[in-house]
T-cell receptor
Framework: GAVVSQHPSWVICKSGTSVKIECRSL??????MFWYRQFPKQSLMLMAT?????????EQGVEKDKFLINHASLTLSTLTVTSAHPEDSSFYIC????????????FGPGTRLTVL | DAKTTQPPSMDCAEGRAANLPCNHS???????VYWYRQIHSQGPQYIIH???NNETNEMASLIITEDRKSSTLILPHATLRDTAVYYC??????????FGTGTRLTVIP
């Protein structure tokens, strides 16, 4: 099946710093990628839809100035958590459809962010 | 997208069939039923999807009732590696996935 990678897999940072998470589709192109957040023992929550060459679409309640998304190419989307605080500590997961098939979303392995 | 209801947890003996139910009584005619699962600390994995006919692949079978108000995911021979949270999601085609709370399946040796 298609492969989506994320980097880094785990990051620990100090409060107030910014952290960039990369999501790559390794063997297919993706004009659209999705970013999710998952707190411990909770379900995944869709944060935003990342569109190649245009602005991301954010879900209600997600601060676009805090979670910067850039989809600069057909295989790479980045999520930058700006001025991170301990409450931003979470598991961040990206996904994409292997276009032109929209039968299934392929998910990355996730990035665990811990903000001290 | 229609709301889904799943039991919070289930146990299944290793080697037996695991039958995971999902209610989606408000499903509309153009909405598909999708199943994903998430093994602990990993990204979700697609399992199967269907519209109104029963479907089978190498991982599982999906049985959708005639009125499409409920469905059952069947893992024919559960293994310990099938222990995960299983999500039933109803969406129209290529749409955003909104995950509910899912069913935590524990396969017991």
């Amino acid at each position: 099946g298609a492969v989506v990678s994320q980097h880094p897999s785990w990051v620990i940072c100090k409060s107030g710093t910014s952290v960039k998470i990369e999501c790559r589709s390794l063997d297919f192109q993706a004009t659209t990628m999705f970013w999710y957040r998952q707190f411990p023992k909770q379900s995944l929550m869709l944060m935003a839809t990342s569109n190649e060459g245009s602005k991301a679409t954010y879900e209600q309640g997600v601060e676009k100035d805090k979670f910067l998304i850039n989809h600069a190419s057909l295989t790479l989307s980045t999520l930058t958590v700006t001025s991170a605080h301990p409450e931003d500590s979470s598991f961040y997961i990206c996904s994409a459809y292997r276009e032109p098939s929209y039968n299934e979303q392929f998910f990355g392995p996730g990035t665990r962010l811990t903000v001290l | 997208d229609a709301k889904t209801t799943q039991p919070p947890s289930m146990d299944c003996a290793e080697g037996r069939a695991a039958n995971l139910p999902c209610n989606h009584s408000t499903i509309s005619g153009n909405e598909y039923v999708y199943w994903y699962r998430q093994i602990h600390s990993q990204g979700p994995q697609y399992i199967i999807h269907g519209l109104k006919n029963n479907e089978t692949n190498e991982m599982a079978s999906l049985i959708i009732t005639e009125d499409r108000k409920s469905s059952t995911l069947i893992l024919p021979h559960a293994t310990l590696r099938d222990t995960a949270v299983y999500y039933c999601i109803v969406i129209t085609g290529a749409n955003n996935l909104f995950f509910g709370t899912g069913t935590r399946l524990t396969v017991i040796p």
